[in-house]
């Protein structure tokens, strides 16, 4: 997630005029690339249907103090006015502040050829004057008359440190999380989104706890639904009992049993070295040949 992130702000210093983000977390990466354009000094603004433009106000440490309407909001109510606004106000009129855009849900205009000829023309005209426009949509669904004129970056799910910042904050100070068993419920939320990790935590918190382990299989549960919910995928739950789940072995069971606390943080901290090859190990397949 880093990785995207960092390249997507080295973009916006190369000056890529146009960004195309596929992602159906708006509000996470909305937060991401505001650091972003807060840590490069750009002023930072919003538009959607609803809210129309909105300006990001940062405080003395670079973090948001506060989100007002744009002193344009209301000349902006309209797709079609809000890029006339960036065209005509902004740059012919030669603004030289640094500015990022952020646009929700654009995709739904392009079939408008004022919106298609506009971009079009953004992309050649945002280069000269440090702006830039991102736009925010959960699937790609862009023209063939633009879609060279805009730089698609599929945004992935929230990673492991992800996870664990919002696991912390559902925790609250409060709360101590032992590091294996915060290993073993961030295990259990990847994959999904981070509102959809959010409310799995709040439900594991609310029943057991972030301290148990029985807070796993609540969040593995959670998991399961969202994939039924699906359609594509199904899902099937992974028993850790090796008794139960594998058979024979006996002596593998054994040197599992006994070098089991090699494979906790504890032992990473003291130095001690997992066993070699113990992802085979750990999880025994058989493979015809």
């Given at each position: 997630m880093d990785d995207t992130f960092s390249n997507i702000k080295d973009m916006i210093k190369a000056n890529f005029p146009l960004l195309y983000l596929t992602t159906s977390e708006y509000s996470r990466v909305t937060q991401k690339i505001r650091t972003i354009a807060f840590g490069l000094d750009y002023d930072f603004h919003t538009w959607?249907?609803?809210?129309?433009?909105?300006?990001?106000?940062?405080?003395?440490?670079?973090?948001?103090?506060?989100v007002e309407k744009h002193i344009k909001n209301d000349e902006t109510k309209g797709y079609l006015e809000f890029l006339e606004y960036i065209r005509k106000v902004l740059i012919r009129e030669g603004d030289e502040k640094q500015?990022?855009?952020?646009?929700?849900?654009?995709?739904?205009?392009?079939d408008d050829e004022q919106v298609i000829v506009s971009l079009r023309k953004l992309s050649v005209e945002l280069k000269s004057c440090n702006k830039h426009l991102i736009f925010l949509s959960p699937f790609k669904k862009l023209p063939e008359e633009i879609e060279k004129y805009l730089t698609v970056v599929n945004m992935p799910l929230p990673d492991r440190m992800d996870l664990q910042t919002r696991l912390k904050v559902i925790a609250g100070k409060e709360m101590t999380i032992n590091p294996d068993l915060e290993k073993y419920i961030i295990d259990s939320a990847l994959g999904l989104t981070d509102t959809e990790a959010d409310l799995a935590f709040r439900l594991a918190k609310e029943k057991v706890g972030l301290d148990k382990k029985e807070a796993i299989q609540i969040i593995a549960n959670e998991k399961e639904q969202i994939i039924k919910k699906s359609g594509i995928l199904d899902y099937f739950q992974v028993n850790m009992d090796l008794e139960k789940s594998v058979g024979g072995l006996d002596n593998l069971k054994i040197?599992?049993?006994q070098r089991s606390k090699s494979f906790e943080r504890k032992a990473k901290d003291f130095g001690l070295k997992e066993p070699k090859g113990y992802s085979c190990l750990a999880f025994p397949v058989a493979v015809k040949v």
């Amino acid at each position: 997630m880093d990785d995207t992130f960092s390249n997507i702000k080295d973009m916006i210093k190369a000056n890529f005029p146009l960004l195309y983000l596929t992602t159906s977390e708006y509000s996470r990466v909305t937060q991401k690339i505001r650091t972003i354009a807060f840590g490069l000094d750009y002023d930072f603004h919003t538009w959607d249907c609803v809210d129309r433009l909105q300006t990001h106000k940062k405080d003395q440490s670079n973090k948001l103090d506060k989100v007002e309407k744009h002193i344009k909001n209301d000349e902006t109510k309209g797709y079609l006015e809000f890029l006339e606004y960036i065209r005509k106000v902004l740059i012919r009129e030669g603004d030289e502040k640094q500015e990022i855009f952020l646009v929700e849900d654009f995709h739904k205009y392009f079939d408008d050829e004022q919106v298609i000829v506009s971009l079009r023309k953004l992309s050649v005209e945002l280069k000269s004057c440090n702006k830039h426009l991102i736009f925010l949509s959960p699937f790609k669904k862009l023209p063939e008359e633009i879609e060279k004129y805009l730089t698609v970056v599929n945004m992935p799910l929230p990673d492991r440190m992800d996870l664990q910042t919002r696991l912390k904050v559902i925790a609250g100070k409060e709360m101590t999380i032992n590091p294996d068993l915060e290993k073993y419920i961030i295990d259990s939320a990847l994959g999904l989104t981070d509102t959809e990790a959010d409310l799995a935590f709040r439900l594991a918190k609310e029943k057991v706890g972030l301290d148990k382990k029985e807070a796993i299989q609540i969040i593995a549960n959670e998991k399961e639904q969202i994939i039924k919910k699906s359609g594509i995928l199904d899902y099937f739950q992974v028993n850790m009992d090796l008794e139960k789940s594998v058979g024979g072995l006996d002596n593998l069971k054994i040197w599992l049993k006994q070098r089991s606390k090699s494979f906790e943080r504890k032992a990473k901290d003291f130095g001690l070295k997992e066993p070699k090859g113990y992802s085979c190990l750990a999880f025994p397949v058989a493979v015809k040949v």
